[in-house]
């Protein structure tokens, strides 16, 4: 008989017999099929390692029907979990597994106390290694609540429009739209609370992306900054609803102005210029001509630039 790994197997058994002759007679022939009804998780074991406190990282364990065809299905009743309650199991059953299938169940890490935590997800079922547990750790850390930066959003493309830092300029008049949103950049902490002028509570956001103005699922919501100076403070909070540890607030004072940019400057000349080649040859021709296209030149860069500085 093939060699069989160690596990509990229910057997079935055939007994067959050939023809028997005076001179010849053949013995009977047993075939025993393996039949499996265990269950196995892949891995056998889940670490998430360091997490830090306010987020909420999730891993998967596989869990796979090991017997071949010809093996009876095995259905999972639920799943239960012990130790820690940091842990969280989502599954939903009853599940039905044939043989070689498999199913995955997301295991979700939420620690609010630093230190490590253990616990041992139980997956109950009908076939013969019933229930089959799973140890699961992980160890929490202080997160980071520091925030690092704003950005200034474009709530009409929920796209970035650069850094608001402080003593920086917004002028309306030079930016796709007025529909604006501020984000504060920061890890995956517990909330984050915004303070807007003479309002230190003006609004707390507890999920990712943290926009002064709200947000749906990273569509930014507009808001219109009034014409002025403006000064927003952020502070990150290990849990939701700006509750536990504070980390260090962010503040930035800003102005907002609605400035056109100067007009073009037009050019009279007897002879205009009808090509930039034509411009390079006047220039090299007459000095007269080189200056006044250089001082044309840096005035028409004045308007068309675009001045990061105010956003760095």
Do not use: C
């Amino acid at each position: 008989l093939p060699a069989l790994a160690e596990n509990t197997y229910d057997v079935a058994a055939t007994a067959t017999t050939a023809s028997e002759t005076a001179n010849d007679s053949t013995l009977n022939e047993l075939v025993i099929q393996a039949i499996s009804s265990t269950l196995a998780a892949q891995p056998g074991s889940l670490n998430f390692g360091d997490v830090g406190i306010g987020a909420s990282p999730s891993l998967l364990v596989t869990v796979v029907h090991e017997g071949s065809v010809g093996s009876p299905a095995v259905i999972i009743s639920g799943t239960s979990m012990s130790g820690s309650a940091d842990f969280t199991a989502f599954f939903s059953g009853p599940l039905t597994l044939q043989p070689g299938e498999s199913t995955s169940i997301p295991i979700t890490y939420a620690p609010q106390t630093i230190g490590g935590h253990v616990a041992t997800l139980d997956v109950n079922h009908d076939g013969s290694n019933s229930p089959l547990s799973v140890p699961i750790s992980g160890n929490a850390v202080q997160s980071t609540l520091d925030i690092t930066s704003f950005t200034l959003i474009d709530a009409d493309t929920d796209q970035p429009i650069g850094p608001l830092v402080n003593g920086g300029v917004i002028n309306l008049s030079v930016l796709p739209t007025t529909n604006l949103n501020v984000r504060a950049d920061v890890g995956q902490v517990g909330s984050v609370k915004f303070g807007l002028d003479g309002d230190p509570n003006f609004r707390t956001e507890s999920v990712i992306p943290y926009a002064l103005a709200g947000d749906v699922s990273g569509n930014y919501k507009p808001f219109n900054f009034s014409l002025g100076q403006h000064t927003i403070t952020a502070t990150a909070f290990s849990g939701a609803g700006a509750t536990g540890t504070a980390g260090t607030p962010l503040v930035v004072t800003f102005t907002v102005q609605d400035v056109p940019p100067p007009p073009p400057v037009a050019l009279v000349n007897s002879d205009p210029l009808r090509s930039l080649d034509d411009a390079f040859s006047a220039w090299e021709a007459d000095s007269e001509m080189d200056a006044l296209l250089m001082a044309v030149a840096m005035q028409d860069d004045a308007e068309n630039a675009i001045d990061f500085g105010q956003w760095a």
